[in-house]
């Protein structure tokens, strides 16, 4: 095989992988996604490791029904992320990387998440309506 045909049996394959993978999201999802540059799937399964569950209450996420911080429902649906940010997909990106850093006062600690977690946690959170 030459090296062009190698190249475009590569990105056949990938091109064929992200048909399949948007067929797999509902139309909340690939809104989401569309809109945070992120995965909802990953954004839940990221949402367990950081142990996100340990304050908040996030609907469909097992285990996620502490009462410490605000529960998280229908955050697609608010218009202030913690009360005090328009609640856009920069800025619930931007929260979840360094709440501390948006407001000094919170008591939402920095986790030390990555962009692009962020963007599949914020992808995730946009789910709920």
């Not at 048909?19 to 995965?39: K, N, V």
């Not at 599949?120 to 309506?129: Q, R």
Request: proline fraction near 7%; glycine fraction near 10%.
């Amino acid at each position: 095989m030459r090296a062009n045909e190698v190249v475009k049996l590569i990105l056949s394959c990938a091109l064929f992988s992200l048909f399949i993978f948007a067929g797999c999201m509902s139309e909340t999802e690939q809104q989401a996604a569309a809109m945070t540059g992120g995965d909802p799937h990953r954004g839940e399964q990221a949402i367990t490791r950081y142990g996100c569950s340990t304050c908040h209450t996030i609907p469909g996420v097992r285990g996620a029904d502490a009462l410490v911080g605000p529960p998280l429902l229908k955050m697609g649906s608010r218009s202030y992320i913690a009360g005090v940010l328009p609640n856009t997909p920069d800025n619930m990106i931007r929260w979840i990387k360094n709440p501390p850093a948006v407001d000094r006062l919170t008591a939402m600690p920095n986790l030390g998440v990555s962009d692009q977690d962020a963007r599949d946690i914020a992808g995730y959170l946009y789910t709920l309506k």
